[in-house]
C-alpha cells in the first residue's frame, strides 16, 4: 500500500481522475461492444502506457510492451503489415531500450529529464518523415497490404516519435497526435469495411490524442524543471 501512495505522490487530482477516467472509459466501451477479453487487455495495456507515459513514469514502458505485442496480432487479421512490422520489430525494442535510458537520465527523486527539440532539428525530422511516408507506401503496396498510404503515414510517424520518445523530446507529442487523429481515421475505415471490434480501438485512439495533447504540455513543464 505505502509503494502505491509513493507512486501517486506527486500526481494531481486531475491526473488521477484522468487516470481512472481512461480505464473505466475503455471498459465500459468494452462491455457494450460485447468484446473479447483480448480487447479489454489490449485497451487497457494501451491506456495505462499513454497515460502513465504523459506522466513521465517509467512504468508507462512496460504496458507499452505488452500493448504492441497484442496490438500487432490484432492488426495481422486485417491485414495492416506496417503496424504489425511497427510493433514487433520497432516498438517493442524501442520500449525496452527507454526503460533503461529513462533510468539513467532521471533526478535523484526520479523524475525523468525531457528535452525540447530546436527548430533545425524539427526542419529534419519533417524531412525525413514525408521522404519515409513515401518509400514505406510503395513497399506495402508491393507486399499486397490494405490502405497502404494511410498504413504508411502512421507507421513512419510511429516510428519517428518512438525514437523521440527514446531521446526524451517533448515535441514527439505532437507527433503522436498526428498519428492519433490518422490511426482514428484508419480504423473507422476498418470499421466501415464490417469489423466491429475497430469501434473499442476508435475510441482508444481517441483518448490517446486528447493524452498526447495533455503529454506534450507536462513533459514541457518537466523539462523545465529538471533542466534549472
Known amino acids: 500500500m505505502n509503494k502505491i501512495k509513493e507512486f501517486f505522490r506527486d500526481w494531481s487530482i486531475f491526473e488521477k481522475v ?8 475503455m471498459t465500459v466501451i468494452w462491455f457494450i461492444n460485447g468484446d473479447t477479453p483480448f ?4 485497451s487497457l495495456t494501451g491506456s495505462l502506457n499513454l497515460v502513465l507515459g504523459a506522466k513521465g513514469k517509467v512504468a508507462g514502458l512496460y504496458f507499452a510492451i505488452i500493448n504492441s ?3 500487432a496480432y490484432q492488426c495481422l487479421g486485417i491485414p495492416l503489415y506496417g503496424e504489425v512490422m511497427y510493433n514487433v ?13 529513462w533510468n539513467r537520465n532521471a533526478t535523484s527523486d526520479g523524475e525523468v529529464r525531457f528535452r525540447t527539440m530546436t527548430p533545425k532539428l524539427m526542419a529534419g525530422v519533417a524531412a ?7 518509400g514505406y507506401s510503395e513497399l506495402l503496396k508491393y507486399m499486397g497490404g490494405s490502405f497502404v498510404f494511410m498504413d504508411s503515414l502512421t507507421t513512419v510517424v510511429s516510428v519517428i516519435a518512438s525514437m523521440l520518445y527514446l531521446l526524451r523530446y517533448s515535441e514527439q507529442w505532437l507527433m503522436w497526435v498526428i498519428v492519433n487523429a490518422l490511426s482514428i481515421i484508419m480504423w473507422i475505415m476498418v470499421f466501415v469495411s464490417g469489423d466491429t471490434t475497430a469501434l473499442l ?20 513543464k518537466i523539462s523545465q524543471k529538471t533542466a534549472k
Do not use: E, Q
Open 39 to 42: 480487447m479489454l487487455v489490449l
Open 18 to 25: 484522468w487516470l481512472v477516467f481512461v480505464c473505466s472509459l
Open 89 to 101: 520489430l520497432y516498438s517493442i525494442p524501442v520500449s525496452a531500450t527507454a526503460i533503461y535510458l
Open 69 to 71: 505485442a497484442l496490438y
Open 201 to 220: 480501438i476508435i475510441v482508444m485512439k481517441t483518448v490517446n490524442l486528447l493524452n498526447s495533447l495533455y503529454g506534450y504540455m507536462n513533459w514541457r
Open 128 to 134: 525525413a518523415t514525408a521522404a519515409g511516408v513515401w
